[in-house]
């Protein structure tokens, strides 16, 4: 399903931004903190209201939507990672049905069934009876992936999901999100990362597109240098020929 | 799990029907078990009383019953709103009396007592001027604390917290202006909560408001669960919280300030009772309203047998024995339990 967004503008922070994530592509946005990542994302997941511009979804306009129709099609996972009350694993992962069900009824065989693949898709299910306040970070964030995927989504929108994670976990995070086949739009602060599992990446300055295209056109030293201030050295991957950058100070190395 | 809230579900409801019949026993006046089941039955089948028992049915049906259901009742709501507020400002700390709505029914009833305001209402004086102080409250609450975006939680918490100090030191003011003792000891009493006040006239209305209240509450418990996972991420599992937020208010402000109107400002049963339950079902909100009522109603019943019987024939107020029998129990279970209260 396709996400796009057109012209939008959130006063003193994007200034008509358009960007379009294609049926089954995962596209990164990466930029300087305060460059309006976040806002772009929460505009795309309907936190956040455009003050103009338009967000797409599957070609419906997204205010138009109900918003549990929405919801059906698109899941995110947020900055926020505080949950009030002790709720388990399993009733984390299985709000992710919400969407899905009528005030009224009860959870289905359907909703349990996709509660319970989410988790192993994420490999969490030894914690389905855990009390997500005693998880570990990287676990918290493997289970609210999970709740995510349970949405069985369209398009996932994902804010800085490694963040808070040690490096085995980073990998695991997102081989797990291109697993999942569907649409991705995602934050990322590590470039080497974007660079290995985006299909395109938008980078932004100041609310603005500064350039996109595939990571090899994209991560160019002259750009990083004039984007984050520091300079880049490009090597090849020496495993999957992906670009990646090794990093310097400017002042240091005149 | 849902099998164990079905189980503590059929505990409770045979312990709310004996919790009322021991509550409609117990008191000042000793009645044997015999004599209050057979008027119950007499009243409820439409049999005929023996003569003997002409006193006790009296006793039993104008006092003590309505009294006994009242409890029930007030427990029952006060839970339920309290697992509510709880959820709707994300703070594990609130309780049915955070908004602010108990402060300003209480300068209602104040003024009441003290000025003679309303007189004309007669017996209903006082509760109609507590829950007009509620509804004020809460007005004046929402209409600061909304945003663009309907309500937040801490904005609501802090507008509550300050008008209860704002509401307090009028209430303050007026009982400090009380022409006798008694009337200060009046308004003192009902401020800590009271069920002496309860009657045939007031029990169907709070009945009707605690059902209605609850069952809405219920029906939202996803939407409260989703609450708990902050409010953007309840955005992307469509539940817009402020909106929902703003419809909870509403029908949180609207049960307290009836449960105020008929017993006051009766403390603890609101903050303890939802975490209580919470230990024994899980944090998930449908769990939760399926067995708080019910729990409260029974707590509530027992706290009022006690405020009547421990200093006969003086009354406790209810506030003093909600503490005395509740913070025990509550540090009791914090001992045992890995609970976390929602925190780290």
Redesign the interface.
């Known amino acids: 399903m396709h996400l796009e967004l057109d012209s939008v503008t959130v006063p003193a922070i994007l200034h008509g931004l358009t960007l379009h994530a294609g049926e089954g592509e995962i596209v990164g946005l990466v930029g300087p903190n305060g460059s309006g990542k976040s806002t772009t994302l929460?505009c795309a997941?309907?936190?956040l209201r455009p003050a103009t511009g338009t967000v797409l979804l599957g070609g419906d306009e997204l205010e138009s939507l109900?918003?549990?129709?929405?919801?059906?099609r698109?899941?995110?996972l947020?900055?926020?990672s505080?949950?009030?009350?002790?709720?388990?694993v399993t009733?984390?992962v299985a709000?992710?049905r919400?969407?899905h069900?009528k005030?009224?009824a009860r959870e289905t065989g359907e909703d349990e069934r996709h509660c319970a693949e989410a988790l192993r898709t994420v490999r969490a299910e030894h914690l389905a009876t855990r009390?997500f306040?005693?998880l570990s970070g990287g676990e918290r964030q493997r289970v609210l992936i999970a709740r995510?995927l349970a949405?069985r989504p369209r398009v996932l929108?994902l804010d800085e999901p490694t963040n808070h994670l040690d490096v085995r976990h980073q990998l695991e995070v997102l081989d797990t999100v291109r697993a999942a086949g569907v649409t991705v739009l995602l934050a990322l602060h590590d470039l080497n990362l974007a660079a290995h599992y985006c299909d395109r990446l938008y980078v932004l300055r100041s609310g603005a597109l500064a350039a996109s295209g595939t990571p090899a056109e994209v991560l160019r030293p002259e750009l990083i240098a004039e984007i984050f201030g520091v300079r880049a050295d490009l090597v090849d991957h020496p495993r999957t020929g992906t670009p990646q950058l090794l990093y310097s100070t400017i002042e240091e190395n005149p | 799990m849902r099998y164990r809230t079905c189980a503590i579900a059929l505990f409770l409801i045979p312990a709310l029907v004996i919790s009322v019949v021991c509550g409609t026993t117990f008191g000042a006046a000793s009645l044997s078990f015999g004599d209050v089941l057979h008027i119950l039955a007499g009243e409820t089948f439409g049999g005929s009383l023996p003569n003997s028992l002409a006193g006790a049915d009296n006793i039993v049906m104008q006092t003590r019953l309505p009294r006994t259901l009242l409890a029930a009742v007030v427990g029952a709501g006060l839970s339920v709103v309290g697992v509510a507020i709880?959820?709707v400002v994300?703070?594990?700390l609130a309780d049915p009396f955070v908004l602010g709505i108990s402060s300003g029914a209480s300068v209602g009833a104040a003024a009441v007592s003290i000025f003679g305001l309303l007189a004309g209402l007669g017996l209903y004086a006082l509760s109609t001027a507590a829950f007009l102080g509620a509804l004020l409250a809460s007005a004046i609450v929402y209409l600061v604390a909304r945003t663009r975006h309907g309500l937040t939680p801490l904005r609501l918490v802090l507008c509550g917290t300050a008008l209860a100090y704002g509401f307090s030191a009028i209430t303050t003011l007026i009982v400090f202006r009380a022409p006798s003792a008694d009337a200060a000891r009046d308004v003192l009493f009902w401020l800590m909560g009271s069920l002496a006040g309860a009657n045939w006239g007031s029990l169907p209305i709070a009945a009707i408001a605690v059902l209605l209240g609850s069952g809405y509450l219920w029906?939202?418990?996803?939407?409260l669960?989703?609450l708990?996972?902050?409010?953007?991420?309840a955005?992307?599992?469509?539940?817009?919280a402020g909106r929902l937020r703003v419809r909870l208010f509403v029908v949180c402000a609207l049960l307290t300030g009836v449960l105020v109107a008929v017993s006051g400002a009766i403390g603890f049963v609101g903050l303890m009772l939802p975490h209580l339950v919470?230990m024994v079902t899980?944090?998930?909100h449908r769990k939760v309203l399926a067995i708080a009522p019910l729990a409260g109603a029974c707590f509530l019943i027992w706290v009022d047998v006690a405020s009547r019987t421990l200093a006969a024939p003086e009354e406790l107020p209810l506030g003093v024995l909600t503490a005395v029998l509740g913070v025990p129990s509550f540090l009791l279970l914090l001992r045992r339990r890995?609970?976390?209260?929602?925190?780290?």
């Open positions: 929460r997941y309907r936190a109900h918003p549990k129709e929405s919801a059906r698109l899941a995110a947020t900055q926020e505080s949950v009030t009350h002790d709720f388990t009733e984390i709000m992710g919400i969407p069900q005030p009224f009390g306040q005693t995510a949405q929108v | 709880q959820a994300r703070n594990p029906l939202c418990g996803r939407g669960n989703a708990a996972m902050g409010d953007e991420t955005a992307t599992l469509g539940v817009p919470r899980g944090a998930d890995s609970y976390q209260f929602g925190g780290q």
